[in-house]
């Protein structure tokens, strides 16, 4: 699904069905991606979810870098656990909505969103009152 596509199911601020709900504060340096992983590798293994667990950590890693570099600001990462899907959200202060890249072969970087359009059920994003939220939907099985 490309972002600029309307959502047709709740997002994660919209579930009734949140089964675990956790969020964290990550400042704007790039290690943050590397402790968003963490976070979220732990809760995968805390909630029982291991079988999302790579495809979790490389979806927050992603999404919180994306944050850090284009929006110059920290970010909130927000995960909900709801039966059959673990929902990844990072908020941060950029207005600017994510775009989905193709780059050649032969160009560094430029691949987050196409990774977690990949390895994601669906993704978006929506404005906020002070910046964006972006997510990502993963199957649980």
């Not at 709900?21 to 293994?45: I, K, Q």
């Not at 987050?112 to 059920?121: E, I, M, N, Y």
């Amino acid at each position: 699904m490309q972002a600029d596509e309307p959502a047709m199911e709740p997002t994660y601020r919209d579930r009734e069905d949140t089964l675990r709900r956790a969020s964290a504060d990550f400042p704007a340096d790039l290690a943050s991606a590397g402790e968003a992983r963490s976070f979220v590798g732990a809760l995968c293994r805390n909630w029982g979810v291991p079988n999302v667990l790579l495809d979790a950590e490389m979806v927050v890693s992603e999404l919180v870098e994306n944050a850090v570099r284009h929006s110059h600001s920290g970010c909130d990462v927000m995960v909900e656990l709801a039966p059959g899907t673990l929902t990844i959200g990072v908020s941060d202060h950029g207005t600017q909505p994510p775009r989905l890249l193709r780059p050649p072969p032969d160009q560094p970087g430029g691949r987050g969103l196409l990774l977690v359009d990949t390895v994601s059920r669906r993704w978006g994003f929506e404005p906020t009152r002070d910046g964006k939220v972006v997510w990502a939907d993963l199957a649980v099985v």
